[in-house]
Nanobody, 123 residues
Framework: QVRLVESGGGLVLAGGSLRLACAAPGSISSIGSINAMGWYRQAPGKQRELVATITSDGNTNYADSVKGRFTISRDNAKNTVYLQMNSLKPEDTAVYYC??????????????WGQGTQVTVSS
């Protein structure tokens, strides 16, 4: 079992910024089925949606709703993936889930999940 640990959620005013972090165990790089990591989010009453992904070679992909505002990055030395969220809107309010999976862009399939971190954007 792979344990992913998210941090960085919280309450912020609209227009503000937050940075989420997701720490993965060092052993994740040795799992052959894992070549990418990503963030999903789920707002109350809505389906979980993909926010952004990043492959092991740095290829990134974003949902249209966050393009130009969110940036996903990774620090391979720390086994950590980040989601920098700028110009936050109330509609960004959701529980954000880190995951590790396989594939790039629309072919990304999450395999392991974190416990989620709440992001609340007030107007």
């Amino acid at each position: 079992q792979v344990r992913l640990v998210e941090s960085g959620g919280g309450l912020v005013l609209a227009g503000g910024s937050l940075r989420l972090a997701c720490a993965a165990p060092g052993s994740i790089s040795s799992i052959g089925s894992i070549n990418a990591m990503g963030w999903y989010r789920q707002a109350p009453g809505k389906q979980r949606e993909l926010v952004a992904t990043i492959t092991s070679d740095g290829n990134t992909n974003y949902a249209d709703s966050v393009k130009g505002r969110f940036t996903i990055s990774r620090d391979n030395a720390k086994n950590t993936v980040y989601l920098q969220m700028n110009s936050l809107k109330p509609e960004d309010t959701a529980v954000y889930y880190c995951n590790a999976g396989k594939g790039r862009s629309s072919e990304y399939r999450p395999i392991y999940w974190g416990q989620g971190t709440q992001v609340t954007v007030s107007s």
